[in-house]
């Protein structure tokens, strides 16, 4: 394996205008013409469903499917081989080759052939191997590897597409799209012609009578599969479906959330050898194609036994992941692995390519969960790529430093808090007011862009006792507080709104002191074992209140305690009981206090001067599903006009560690929300997140210090009476 500096390649797509250029037009235009596709749909979601509970069941059948497929096919007059990997498929169709004289070959395009380096090893063995689809020819020519399993050559404009056309035609070719795709026609024509084998991949691959479907814009991918006199199909197991009815399911989407289209401009089926005219021997004779299908396996038998990552069956490569991804769509696909890119190709590189190659980039899912919304066959890839993690972690370890993070600090409280304590005696030479506005040396780049908030002098914890004086003497509730790290050491005041507002709306707000933080980064990282501990102490923390809710006002704390702890203790009845028990109990704030203010008709619209709009946290909105509760606060605070932005549902950048890791990326995504806020021309935009309000509020702060960052908690304190 090639030890990659992904940072550095990181470092040079964020200094290509031509790339950033591209990526960002694509990006705004795609959820347009998305919609639109979907228009003259009733439910996406039944469609969705449909596909899924189909690739599902395909999966679950697998080697049943691979039998009906390869006897319907062979029935039909073709020869079928099965190929456990990349080395055996090259054996047997070189053999193929052989048998035909093949020397001249076309290829439509095919990511399992891209997988297996296919091209590289036809042309090595002196065979002349030409691909036919626009992108993937330029990119031959180019050197270069997709980026993007649709469009695979959309990182490069047509000043550079003409130029890779006239260094391969040896002429100069005008950048002039028209005359760009008439001279290519002219260019396949020729290898069409002289071309013995045509080899494509396949968009499905029907059992039920061993038809293949083919999906394309250019009708090059069709010619493949007729002109030549040998048709060789390479299709990935996880192609298969049983019937032809269900090929329906998958062109009610694939186009769609592909590129935008209600269909396509080709479908081809190809159900076996069919008769052309050729020339033979000075004589054109008419006689039966040779059709040949090789089914890959590759780790894909593998992972359709694996209880887990079977999902991935349900992918069928429309990209709409990659599309809507904020890390693909700021630096293309190439950092990626060799082929596959975005949060999928993660998953599939782990599974086809190895742990180690996807260790190298699979940090850069930040966990948005954008694409869990628009997948046809609703694949829950960030938690595909968490499982990919754990089991990293139990099979090879934490790196040293992360061993003494997480277990010698963060599982002991009072070492984690008194570390957080000195930390903020010692950020005093770099701190100015509630920032940090530049750190030295190699630390510079955090603060480029955006300054990070300073530890607080005296943590949310110490304030509790004198707040809870002001607990109301007949209280309706008894509600536990879970503050987490944020609120906790860098934003105390806000912890202090938080109960402010319990407290106005009837509760006896408590703080268990012994909580510690939620495990959320523990278990990001893989470290279950660490997560564990740290549940087992906000279990009991929590249960020593005996308290009616559990109130958390950072939505990430919220999930993990609500729903991640529960998946912890899958396996262990004593503490899957109590975290449980725990989880019925776990509001988040806004939710909590929306529903205690609908009940006093305190929801009233009132319409002031100062404009505010929202910007929702990717855990908040996608994780536990709260988007309507904070604008109903919002649009009933007094003083303040609500506004929609922009991309409101856009992650901010912080995406935890993330955010320090990948300072540079992590600034662009940031840049882009601060001039969605900008935009929107609000005053002041709230957050239900406190790592985001981090990151926004570092953003202004050095960019548009005129507007404000204030937790949803911060804004309804203030308008208490
Ligand atoms: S994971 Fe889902 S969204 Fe991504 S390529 Fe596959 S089917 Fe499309």
């Known amino acids: 394996m090639v030890q990659r500096n992904i940072k550095s390649e990181i470092d040079s797509k964020l200094h290509d205008p031509i790339l950033r250029s591209n990526l960002e037009r694509f990006s705004e235009q795609y959820p347009i013409a998305r ?133 391969e035609l040896k002429e100069d070719i005008p950048s002039d799209i028209p005359f760009m795709v008439q001279t290519a026609r002219k260019v396949m024509r020729k290898e069409f012609l002289k071309a013995d084998m045509g080899i494509s991949g396949a968009n499905f691959g029907i059992a039920e009578n061993g038809a293949i479907g083919l999906v394309t814009n250019e009708g090059n991918a069709r010619i493949v599969t007729t002109l030549p006199p040998v048709h060789v199909i390479i299709i990935g197991y996880e ?22 289209q209600r269909m ?42 694996d209880p887990v990552m079977k999902e991935v069956y349900q992918c069928v490569r429309c990209a709409s992941c990659l599309n809507v991804c904020p890390i693909w769509s700021t630096v293309g696909g190439n950092v990626y692995g060799h082929i596959y890119s975005g949060g999928i190709g993660a998953i599939l590189t782990g599974l086809l390519n190895g742990m180690d190659e996807f260790a190298q980039f699979s940090d850069l899912c930040i966990g948005c969960r954008r694409c869990t919304t628009v997948c046809p066959g609703k694949i829950n890839i960030p938690d595909l790529i968490q499982e990919l993690r754990n089991r990293r972690v139990a099979q090879k370890g934490l790196s040293t430093p ?13 070492i984690f808090h008194s570390l957080l304590r000195a930390a903020s005696l010692g950020q ?15 630390f510079a780049k955090m603060t480029e862009g955006r300054s990070l908030p300073a530890i607080a002098d005296k943590p949310f914890r110490d304030r509790a006792e004198e707040l809870f004086k002001k607990n109301p003497t007949n209280p309706k509730m008894r509600v536990a507080f879970f503050s987490g790290c944020n609120l906790d050491f860098v934003f105390p005041e806000t912890g202090e709104s938080v109960v402010k507002v319990l407290q106005d709306i009837g509760a006896e707000v408590v703080y268990p002191q012994k909580q510690n933080c939620c495990g959320k980064p523990v278990v990001g990282a893989g470290d279950l074992d660490t997560a564990r501990k740290l549940a087992k102490q906000n279990i009991k923390a929590m249960e020593e ?22 998946e912890l203790f899958a396996s262990d ?13 776990v509001v988040e704030f806004t939710v909590f206090v929306e529903k205690a203010y609908a009940k006093e008709n305190r929801l009233k619209d009132v319409q002031g001067m100062k404009k505010i709009t929202y910007h929702d946290s990717c855990h908040m909105k996608r994780s536990l599903g709260i ?26 950048g912080m995406a935890g560690s993330f955010g320090m890791k990948y300072a540079d990326l992590s600034k662009q995504l940031l840049n882009r929300k601060i001039d969605n806020i900008k935009q929107s021309g609000a005053d002041t935009v709230a957050v239900a997140c406190p790592a985001c309000m981090m990151q926004i509020g570092g953003g202004l702060d050095k960019n548009a210090p005129e507007i404000k960052v204030k937790h949803i908690a911060d804004i309804l304190a203030e308008n208490l009476k």
Not at 128 to 134: A, I, S
Request: net charge positive; hydrophobic share 35%; aromatic share 6%.
């Open 35 to 167: 919609a639109k596709a979907y228009a003259n749909v009733d439910s996406i979601e039944d469609l969705r469903d449909d596909l899924r509970d189909m690739k599902r069941y395909s999966v679950a059948h697998i080697e049943k499917l691979a039998d009906e497929f390869q006897a319907s096919l062979e029935k039909r007059g073709a020869k079928v081989f099965r190929a456990k990997d990349g080395d055996e498929l090259k054996e047997q169709l070189m053999a193929i080759c052989r048998e035909n004289n093949v020397h001249n070959i076309v290829k439509s395009k095919s990511m399992a052939t891209e997988e297996i380096r296919l091209n590289d090893y036809l042309e090595e063995k002196g065979l002349h191997v030409k691909e036919t689809d626009l992108g993937e020819w330029m990119l031959s020519v180019a050197g270069q590897h997709p980026s993007h399993m649709v469009m695979p050559a959309i990182h490069l404009n047509r000043k550079q597409c003409a130029k890779f056309f006239s260094d």
């Open 239 to 260: 192609k298969l479906i049983p019937k032809v009815s269900d090929a329906s399911k998958i062109m009610r989407l694939l186009p769609r959330n592909g590129t935008g």
């Open 264 to 305: 396509v401009s080709y479908l081809t089926l190809v159900d076996g050898p069919t008769p052309i005219i050729h020339e033979k021997n000075g004589k054109l004779i008419e006689e039966n194609k040779k059709v040949y299908a090789i089914l890959l396996d590759n780790g894909r038998l593998k992972a359709a036994h």
């Open 402 to 414: 992360e061993k003494i993070i997480f277990r010698r600090i963060m599982t002991n409280r009072k």
């Open 428 to 442: 005093k030479p770099v701190k100015s007011g509630k920032f940090i506005r530049n750190l030295p040396l190699f």
């Open 545 to 566: 209140t005996n308290a009616d809710y559990i109130v958390a006002a950072c939505p990430t704390c919220a999930e993990t305690l609500k729903q991640t702890y529960k």
């Open 573 to 585: 009845p004593v503490w899957l009981k109590r975290a449980e028990a725990m989880s019925k109990k």
């Open 627 to 652: 988007y309507k509760e904070p604008r109903e606060l919002l649009n009933s605070a007094a003083g303040y006009k609500f506004v929609e932005m922009h991309g409101a549902d856009q992650c901010c």
